[in-house]
């Protein structure tokens, strides 16, 4: 690997990997465990739309179906009906 990939890489570890879970962890004191869970199943579909907003990458058919069953879900996890 070479070294001006280093620093990047390290810096990436860290908020990716560390700050997340410091501040999912740091959120979970003020919530509850249902809540977090809720927000942590859909990062994917923030992480779709916010890319396409961003970056300008293209959504594909099978990220917009994804995204839907990801917002399903979370609407099916959080009705009335289920608990």
Request: net charge positive; glycine share 10%; charged share 5%.
């Amino acid at each position: 690997m070479p070294r001006k990939f280093i620093v990047p890489l390290v810096l990436m570890s860290l908020t990716g990997v560390f700050a997340f879970n410091a501040v999912l962890y740091t959120g979970l004191h003020y919530t509850t465990a249902i809540n977090a869970t809720l927000v942590y199943n859909t990062i994917p579909f923030f992480v779709i739309i916010l890319s396409a907003i961003f970056l300008g990458e293209r959504l594909m058919l099978y990220q917009g179906v994804g995204g839907a069953v990801i917002i399903a879900g979370v609407v099916i996890g959080t009705s009335d009906r289920v608990s």
